[in-house]
């Protein structure tokens, strides 16, 4: 978020804990987050929210960004169909961070690569 107050733009972060996905406001863009859950995909709170997220428009776009231990997690492609479903437009190319050790910390080169998914969505208005 620090990154889309510095750029001065507007933006808005949810709790998916403490949110009902109907409160969550009318934007022209959306990014769901997910941290893997093992195999099975992105988290129960974050398929509830794409699920009963309201689009206001066919004009709204989505990105994903999501945390995994390995290279390749379906956790993004999960994702990606049931907002496909629901008719909303992809926007740009998914950020997937991935976790290092026994600690689980994120690679160090994942400031650089939030700023470049961050430019993706902000070039897409101006």
Request: aromatic share 8%.
């Amino acid at each position: 978020m620090a990154i889309v107050k510095e750029s001065g733009e507007e933006g808005h972060l949810y709790n998916l804990r403490e949110t009902d996905p109907e409160d969550i406001e009318r934007a022209d863009f959306y990014v769901f987050g997910s941290p893997t859950q093992m195999i099975v995909g992105p988290t129960r709170r974050v398929k509830k929210a794409i699920k009963n997220t309201v689009f206001p428009n066919k004009e709204s776009r989505y990105g994903l960004i999501t945390t995994s231990k390995k290279e390749d997690s379906n956790t993004a492609r999960k994702m990606e169909r049931m907002l496909d479903e629901r008719g909303v437009e992809k926007g740009v190319a998914d950020l997937e961070l991935h976790l290092e050790g026994k600690e689980r910390t994120l690679q160090t080169d994942h400031p650089e690569r939030i700023k470049a998914f961050y430019a993706s969505i902000r070039d897409l208005y101006h």
